[in-house]
């Protein structure tokens, strides 16, 4: 097969495939033989004939059942995968096809697994449901903040931060996602002692809190420290699902520890930024939710990072959508986020959402505290459909916030 | 600190310091504060001052130390980073850096590990010599073959093209990236037959045949079909590095199994092939080597690949070149290769290559096994200096592979 014999345009996608969304810019050949390439390439076909393939063959090649403009859809027989596999799956579908010369550019935009090869991963344990269920918050968006500064604390100050965070008003408090166990802040201790100070801030204020231990490492310490973690009554594990990897995040699901699973998404950026290569945080979003991650980093479409409040929405829907009895997970906004962003970041997510502030809390000049105050008035009053600034004529924590932080 | 101050060009690097080299484009901002942003951001820093950061943080912070057009060198306290965790220190490093919003393209072209950071990892336990060792083929290019069509065949068939190839003279067969276990291929039944074949292969031949099965799978299910291999007296694992991930990777290693670990690369151009932006292959191939695998695919610089013969060059340079004592890896050319592309291909490589080919040894109108003369021919020939086309006058093998794959 050549490939343009890739390229069926009548072919009607059976339930079972797997269909793939591209955006592809040929380099030299035509559009055509380009699709006919990316889906020869993600399936049994290569740059030349071989004497080795036999007729059977040729019922599992995928094929290019659409072609709008640079926008392409490819099904894909579910033959061609290991259930269970996300790293085999992947190694098809994102391989080699973004090296192919005859390309310019290639961006994977969009997945749709078919019901079996989902139902063939574990999925969230929680979910949105679980984790209201166990916060005992049943509507409000949840306010996490993450330990500042990210590294070179140390453990006292660390559990400090986190301690004045909770007591503020934050429900969750996470690691930064390049903390795991360092000499000025070691893993177990930090664990131990940042533990202690969550129950007591449960005690003092009534309500629940949760500590989000970065539990990063190789798979056999990642799983012992999410055991110890479990140990220790900890509910949480935060995992930085893209410099982990598939393989090992699938093991550490399987184990199903009673924790709820959090994704850090460090890295993505590097490849999807580029709108037309790479692979789009949407189809990440699907995957971390298939896997069965219960909350993920999804940008916020205001703040310091690059995306788009329409490609946020649609890491939401992602996350959030049905997809064949698969919980939805929580999208976490992060990224540059203070109290003068909330409404803005309400319309964007809707209340299923966690708001993860870090320098927005922290850097509140009355201090962390006060930073955490902030932020819940900013989404009472969010909530209750009243103009920020009138709220912060009663409110002195988020009058500070938003003398800081105004909007340009 | 604001983000200028992690600018200090008078900074001289310490030997225990990590070194990375960027490229980095600023949108909107200049590029000292850019240069300091991404130094910020991926060690201590945010986009804002914080009230928890406290005066002994700030000596953990990373420098930028050079600032040379758009390419800076920025240098990371080795305190930042956990021992023997490349999730960690990627987190760091590639992390969140890509994704701000003040920069219109970042690279990470380079790292410089320092010896306590490398010791702190496993390394590769064959490497060149040793796989040399294992195939007693003391200084000629090794030829692999990939079987095809790369998803499909039986394994009754399979396992004939894997005999075909090694009697033919391919040193190595290996699975394609995306053959795990599926229904047409189980990975058992593959692993038992083709291994058979392989020993009479070797009877046949006199010679060392070794078969690469492709073990990515999640992390428990990868070490099951290690040690499968391995109980079966394969040689040689295969692993989809990138798609797995590096925390499944470390794990492998850690079980120190009697298996040469061959890196496939399916996926790096979703991040390598823009120039500007992402993360250099070359910095991959630093990882794979100090994380411990024996081989890895580099791209060729001809081919079906889009890499130019310089970055391919700097690859097998990261793979090969001394490294604190860690072994060298073998480089591994692949995609798009046949006969004709041998003499340029070792003088991008040298003789330390593995060249793999596909397509062009089962695509000789001749078959698997002529083609895998052809290959050997055409390395007989270029290493005796003789010109491809003054070899095939005595050679019918290569004859056929010149007439079908001529050079435009």
């Given at each position: 097969?050549?490939?343009?014999?890739?390229?069926?345009?009548?072919?009607e996608?059976?339930?079972?495939?797997?269909?793939?969304?591209?955006?592809?810019?040929p380099?030299g050949?035509?559009?055509?033989e380009?699709?006919?390439g990316v889906?020869a390439?993600?399936?049994?076909?290569?740059?030349?004939?071989?004497?080795?393939?036999?007729p059977?063959?040729?019922?599992?090649a995928?094929?290019?059942?659409?072609?709008?403009?640079?926008?392409?859809?490819?099904?894909?027989?579910?033959?061609?995968f290991e259930?269970?596999?996300?790293?085999?799956?992947?190694?098809?579908?994102?391989?080699?096809?973004?090296?192919m010369?005859?390309?310019?550019?290639?961006?994977?935009?969009?997945?749709?697994f078919?019901?079996?090869?989902?139902?063939?991963?574990r999925?969230?344990?929680?979910?949105?449901?679980?984790?209201?269920?166990l916060?005992?918050?049943?509507?409000?968006?949840?306010?996490?903040?993450?330990?500042?500064?990210?590294?070179?604390?140390?453990?006292?100050?660390?559990?400090?931060v986190?301690?004045?965070?909770?007591?503020?008003?934050?429900?969750?408090?996470?690691?930064?996602?390049?903390?795991?166990?360092?000499?000025?802040?070691p893993?177990?201790e930090?664990?131990?002692?940042t533990l202690?100070?969550?129950?007591?801030?449960?005690?003092?204020?009534?309500?629940?809190?949760?500590?989000?231990i970065?539990?990063?490492?190789?798979?056999?310490e990642m799983?012992?420290?999410?055991?110890?973690?479990?140990?220790?009554?900890?509910?949480?594990?935060?995992?930085?699902?893209?410099?982990?990897?598939w393989s090992?995040?699938?093991?550490?699901?399987d184990?199903?520890?009673?924790?709820?699973?959090h994704?850090?998404?460090?890295?993505?950026?590097s490849?999807?930024?580029?709108?037309?290569?790479?692979?789009?945080?949407?189809?990440?979003a699907?995957?971390v939710?298939?896997?069965?991650?219960?909350?993920?980093?999804v940008?916020?479409?205001?703040?310091?990072?690059?995306?788009?409040?329409k490609?946020?929405?649609?890491?939401?829907?992602a996350?959030?959508?049905?997809?064949?009895?698969?919980?939805?997970?929580?999208p976490?906004?992060?990224g540059?986020?203070?109290?003068t962003?909330?409404?803005e970041?309400?319309k964007?997510?809707g209340?299923?959402?966690?708001?993860q502030?870090?320098?927005?809390?922290?850097?509140?000049?009355?201090?962390?505290?006060?930073?955490?105050?902030?932020?819940?008035?900013?989404?009472?009053?969010s909530?209750?459909?009243?103009?920020?600034?009138?709220?912060a004529?009663?409110?002195?924590?988020?009058?500070?916030a938003?003398?800081?932080?105004?909007?340009?």
């Amino acid at each position: 097969m050549k490939y343009e014999d890739y390229v069926n345009l009548k072919y009607e996608p059976k339930e079972t495939d797997l269909i793939c969304e591209f955006f592809v810019e040929p380099l030299g050949i035509s559009l055509k033989e380009a699709a006919g390439g990316v889906a020869a390439e993600s399936s049994i076909g290569t740059w030349t004939e071989t004497t080795t393939t036999k007729p059977y063959v040729e019922e599992s090649a995928a094929k290019v059942f659409e072609i709008n403009g640079n926008n392409i859809k490819i099904a894909y027989p579910i033959e061609l995968f290991e259930s269970g596999n996300m790293s085999n799956i992947l190694s098809s579908i994102a391989g080699n096809v973004f090296g192919m010369k005859d390309l310019k550019n290639l961006r994977l935009n969009d997945i749709h697994f078919p019901a079996e090869l989902i139902q063939s991963f574990r999925g969230p344990k929680y979910g949105i449901q679980g984790v209201r269920k166990l916060l005992k918050i049943p509507k409000r968006p949840l306010v996490g903040t993450i330990v500042k500064p990210k590294l070179g604390l140390k453990t006292e100050d660390h559990v400090k931060v986190a301690y004045s965070a909770w007591v503020g008003g934050c429900d969750l408090v996470k690691d930064d996602e390049n903390l795991s166990n360092q000499k000025f802040n070691p893993f177990e201790e930090r664990l131990v002692r940042t533990l202690e100070f969550r129950d007591r801030a449960e005690r003092e204020t009534g309500e629940k809190k949760v500590y989000l231990i970065n539990i990063s490492a190789k798979t056999d310490e990642m799983i012992r420290r999410a055991q110890l973690v479990q140990d220790h009554d900890g509910r949480y594990a935060m995992i930085d699902v893209l410099t982990v990897g598939w393989s090992a995040l699938q093991t550490l699901r399987d184990r199903n520890f009673n924790l709820v699973l959090h994704a850090h998404r460090a890295g993505h950026a590097s490849f999807t930024k580029n709108s037309k290569h790479g692979i789009s945080m949407k189809v990440i979003a699907k995957i971390v939710r298939i896997v069965g991650f219960d909350q993920l980093h999804v940008g916020a479409g205001v703040g310091k990072m690059f995306e788009t409040k329409k490609e946020v929405v649609e890491n939401c829907n992602a996350l959030r959508k049905k997809m064949n009895g698969i919980k939805p997970v929580f999208p976490v906004a992060s990224g540059g986020l203070h109290p003068t962003l909330v409404p803005e970041l309400l319309k964007i997510f809707g209340t299923d959402v966690i708001i993860q502030s870090g320098g927005g809390i922290h850097g509140n000049p009355l201090g962390t505290t006060a930073g955490t105050k902030a932020m819940r008035q900013a989404i009472d009053s969010s909530l209750k459909n009243i103009p920020l600034n009138e709220y912060a004529k009663t409110h002195k924590e988020l009058r500070v916030a938003l003398d800081k932080w105004s909007l340009e």
